[in-house]
């Protein structure tokens, strides 16, 4: 079956400091990844969509700047938050996307404090 | 203005209950599909069910279906005989094949308290 490794689960960083979470698809070929983060009492935002030798495309209020991704094969990806600070804070999901089920399966999700 | 609208944010059922959540959502595009999504209280994101324009989907079998409208854009999630295990936030999406980029957006979830 598709799953996706997300990791770290949760993770703690001082304000100003930067985290990288990292998603792996298993089971199916991860042709695009999505970047999503639920920040308290919101629904989920996307940050940006990574496909593979294409270019990534970010979503309004988010930037390579601020959110780089790395996307380097069918399995694997990478999001780093630059500078984090305390708007920063939420789950960070990553989905991988099936192309033969055209269907996003998600990771278990990166939970981001700031102090 | 939001494109997937979950109009309820809470809501409890007994026990043995059925259950319908119900979303509703805006979209130009051809070509989109429709998913149902529970979230856990441990970060896991699970897919429910997958709505094709013409096919349907159930990813967890038995107790889960839906009520798709398209001509009024509305699907709604039914779960019968309503369990604890349950209890969670349900999220509606859409997903639209825009330009080459597929982009999946969020209703604002609907949790639900399963009362044993």
């Known amino acids: 079956g598709a799953l996706v490794y997300q990791y770290p689960r949760r993770t703690i960083c001082k304000s100003g400091t930067s985290m990288r979470m990292e998603c792996q698809a298993v089971g199916f070929q991860a042709t695009s990844v999505a970047w999503y983060r639920q920040s308290p009492q919101k629904t989920f935002e996307l940050i940006a969509l990574s496909t593979v030798n294409s270019a990534i495309k970010y979503e309004q209020n988010f930037t390579q700047e601020k959110f780089p991704i790395s996307h380097p094969n069918l399995s694997f990806s990478s999001m780093t938050v630059l500078n984090a600070y305390l708007e920063d804070r939420g789950l960070y999901l990553c989905?991988?996307?099936?192309?033969?089920?055209?269907?996003?399966?998600f990771g278990a999700g990166t939970r981001l404090s700031v102090l | 203005a939001q494109k997937v609208i979950q109009v309820w944010s809470t809501t409890s059922r007994q026990e043995g209950e059925k259950l319908t959540l119900d979303c509703s959502y805006k979209?130009?595009?051809?070509?989109?599909?429709l998913f149902w999504y529970k979230h856990l209280l441990s970060g896991e994101m699970v897919l429910l069910i997958r709505?094709?324009?013409?096919?349907?989907a159930i990813e967890r079998s038995g107790r889960y279906s839906v009520v798709f409208q398209k001509s009024r854009k509305s699907i709604s999630l039914v779960i019968s005989t309503l369990q604890p295990d349950d209890s969670g936030k349900y999220f509606c999406?859409?997903?639209?094949?825009?330009?080459?980029?597929?982009?999946?957006?969020f209703g604002q979830g609907t949790v639900l308290s399963v009362i044993p």
């Open positions: 979209t130009s595009q051809v070509l989109y599909h």
């Open positions: 989905g991988a996307r099936d192309v033969s089920q055209n269907t996003l399966y």
């Open positions: 999406a859409l997903w639209e094949a825009t330009g080459g980029n597929n982009k999946l957006t």
């Open positions: 709505q094709m324009p013409s096919t349907i």
